[in-house]
Nanobody, 125 residues
Framework: QVRLEESGGGSVQPGGSLRLSCAAS????????MGWFHRAPGKKRGAVAL???????IYADGVKGRFTITHDNARNTIHLQMNNLGPADTAMYYC???????????????????WGQGTQVTVPS
């Protein structure tokens, strides 16, 4: 059973930075892709940043230039460096991973088979 464990959330003043990490356990093979999603109060969950095993990345428009996703394939671990945070970034952030049966192509939310419990990021206004 694949498990994803997030860490690094918290509260930070506007303009500050946080680094989220996510480690997958329960699988010996490299996961095809992993990523971060967020859900703000009253809003739908949406993708923040995704990375595949080759290191190709996709970012939501609202975080380009501020967030950076990186991976350590050998350990099925990803990180999300979040800089210049603002109140609009306040949300629960979830780590997710695509399973080994993925057929490729641009990853969609429905392709993500495994999900973490989430870590809260709060940026007060």
């Amino acid at each position: 059973q694949v498990r994803l464990e997030e860490s690094g959330g918290g509260s930070v003043q506007p303009g500050g930075s946080l680094r989220l990490s996510c480690a997958a356990s329960g699988i010996a093979l490299q996961l095809p892709a992993m990523g971060w999603f967020h859900r703000a109060p009253g809003k739908k969950r949406g993708a923040v940043a995704l990375i595949d095993s080759r290191g190709d990345t996709i970012y939501a428009d609202g975080v380009k230039g501020r967030f950076t996703i990186t991976h350590d394939n050998a350990r099925n671990t990803i990180h999300l460096q979040m800089n210049n945070l603002g109140p609009a970034d306040t949300a629960m952030y979830y780590c997710a991973a695509i399973g080994l049966n993925w057929r490729g192509g641009p990853p969609k939310e429905g392709d993500f088979e495994y999900w973490g419990q989430g870590t809260q990021v709060t940026v007060p206004s």
